[in-house]
């Protein structure tokens, strides 16, 4: 059985400590799951820009593309998150023709969200990548976390959980308003 794409709201980018490494938090609205993507540092500055309202005097890389997609006479429909393999999101836009062009996860993001097209995620990936916020900040009792050691990218239990633990932490300090205004400065 296929079951439909998941419509998600991107809550926004931030940067996860120690690491610094930038991440870009979708969730579903219907469950309040939340599917984490690390992305690179100009896909998460284009998204967050974006996100806060600010134009630059010239074109981004993703305001370009989604301008090319209008001049060849179509549209960016959606964004689709297709798959995630060993901690890689794969993603791909959907076009008004009906072409899907394969993408980075947070390049059709940064596109979808200029286009005001939705950001969508395969049912599969929900249930990979997904956490649920409660069980993110409190693992089950039996010390199983449901979170697949091909989505985090990190191999043995002992790093998984350490990852995982860090991960709780940004969770216990954000809320979804951190997002709206662009979050607390970063010092």
């Known amino acids: 059985m296929n079951l439909p794409d998941i419509e998600m709201t991107v809550l926004g980018v931030r940067v996860e400590l120690p690491g610094n490494q930038p991440l870009v938090l979708l969730q579903d609205p219907g469950t309040g799951t939340l599917v984490p993507i690390w992305i690179g540092a100009p896909e998460a500055s284009a998204i967050a820009l974006w996100q806060q309202g600010i134009t630059p005097p010239r074109p981004m890389t993703h305001d370009l593309l989604v301008e090319i997609v209008a001049a060849a006479g179509t549209t960016v429909e959606a964004a689709r ?7 890689v999101f794969h993603a791909e836009l959907v076009l008004g023709n009906g072409a899907r062009v394969d993408a980075r996860a947070s390049d059709a993001i940064a596109c979808a969200l200029r286009a005001e097209a939705p950001v969508l995620c ?16 409190d693992p089950d009792e039996d010390g199983e976390d449901g979170v ?6 990190v191999a043995g239990t002992a790093e998984r959980d350490a990852e995982l633990n860090r991960f709780r932490e ?10 709206a205004d662009g979050g607390p400065s970063q010092s």
Do not use: Y
């Open 81 to 87: 998150i297709s798959a995630v393999e060993e901690a």
């Open 148 to 153: 697949d050691e091909a989505v985090t990218g």
């Open 122 to 137: 395969a049912p599969e990936v929900l249930e990979a990548a997904g956490l649920d916020p409660e069980q993110a900040q």
């Open 170 to 179: 940004f969770l216990d300090t954000v809320d979804p308003e951190d997002f």
